[in-house]
């Protein structure tokens, strides 16, 4: 079965960058999939940021698509986020997925990020 | 960005009830819309997918329907796990979430 955790900080000062790790356990990232990162904010709205797919290539929000980079390390079976310049507004559980044919089928526990000096 | 409008926000029903949950979306989706359950503490799981696909493993009190912009989840008798908030998820334009609605026992 496939498992995904996230981990990384869970305070991050704002202007700073907020990096998170997805660890893939149970298949291959290579293999296929798209590998997605998604934020729910206080409130329940619930954002979808970006993935990268099986074969590296990669596709943001646009919203986000300036300030989000997701990169892999396929030796290790992980892939991660980089959000650039945080403000407030960027505190949020973060969940990393994978996706096939438009749905979310497999999900991190989520790490739930605060942004404040 | 197409929008995704779900309602209620709050349902409360009993064990039993049949329950239906609404989602529209702000433009023609062409039935790619999903549905999700959400736990408190735990992680979204896909209930359903293309609109009236069951996932596999989920109940077959779960159902889904709708075309055009308007979808609907049914569950057709509540069972008190089944409490937790529903989200639906379209994927016609990128993907986007509705604000979801929280089920609880009345």
């Known amino acids: 079965e496939i498992q995904l955790q996230e981990s990384g900080p869970g305070l991050v000062k704002p202007s700073q960058s907020l990096s998170l790790t997805c660890s893939v356990t149970g298949y291959t990232i290579t293999s296929g999939y798209d590998w997605s990162w998604i934020r729910k904010f206080p409130g329940n709205k619930m954002e979808w940021m970006g993935y990268?797919?099986?074969?590296?290539?990669?596709n943001y929000n646009p919203s986000l698509k300036s300030r989000i980079s997701i990169t892999r390390d396929t030796s290790k079976n992980q892939f991660f986020l980089q959000l650039n310049s945080v403000t407030t507004e960027d505190t949020a559980t973060y969940y990393c997925?994978?996706?096939?044919?438009?749905?979310?089928?497999?999900w991190g526990q989520g790490v739930m990020v605060t942004v404040s000096s | 960005d197409i929008q995704m409008t779900q309602s209620p926000s709050l349902l409360s029903a009993s064990v039993g009830d049949r329950v239906t949950l609404s989602c529209k979306a702000s433009?023609?989706?062409?039935?790619?819309l999903n549905w999700y359950q959400q736990k408190l503490g735990e992680a979204p799981k896909l209930l359903i997918y293309?609109?009236?696909s069951l996932q596999t493993g989920i109940p077959s009190r779960f159902s889904g329907s709708g075309s055009g912009t308007d979808y609907t989840l049914t569950i057709s008798s509540l069972q008190p796990e089944d409490v937790a908030t529903y989200f639906c998820q379209q994927y016609n334009s990128w993907w986007t979430f509705g604000g979801g609605t929280k089920l609880e026992l009345k």
């Open positions: 997925a994978s996706s096939k044919l438009g749905g979310f089928d497999y």
């Open positions: 293309y609109t009236n």
């Open positions: 433009q023609n989706i062409y039935k790619y």
């Open positions: 990268i797919s099986y074969s590296g290539s990669t």
